[in-house]
């Protein structure tokens, strides 16, 4: 099931793993063999969870990749959820060079609320 406003990764990561264990930004980063500015980004919400952090994340015994990358993709889908009403589709027919777009959109916008 969706989370209704799932929290950003870096929030958890800032949450759940740093603080608890009274670590810096700095010496997180320098543990994790990244710079304070990309740790500091993700744990702000600037940046998104990488493959390459998540492995970086469970090595430092900090869950799974697989559950970072899950929980980076469900904050993802639900951002852009949020504003699914103004992404415009039209509908493809044919194929190869003889492909046309229509002028409709494929489906309604999902109702508010």
Known sequence: MAML??????KIIREDCLKPLGLSVN???QGLD??????????????????????????AGWS?????????????L??????A???KVSEV???GSGAYLTERPL???PAAG
């Open 5 to 10: 406003d799932p929290p950003h990764p870096g």
């Open 27 to 29: 010496a997180t980063a």
């Open 34 to 59: 990244v710079t304070r500015k990309s740790l500091s980004d993700l744990l702000n919400g600037y940046s998104r969870v990488s493959p390459e952090m998540a492995i970086r994340l469970e090595k």
């Open 64 to 76: 799974t990749a697989d559950h970072w990358l899950r929980m980076q993709f469900e904050y993802d």
């Open 78 to 83: 639900w951002d852009v959820k949020q504003r």
């Open 85 to 87: 009403a103004t992404i």
């Open 93 to 95: 027919f044919g194929t």
């Open 107 to 109: 489906f309604d916008p």
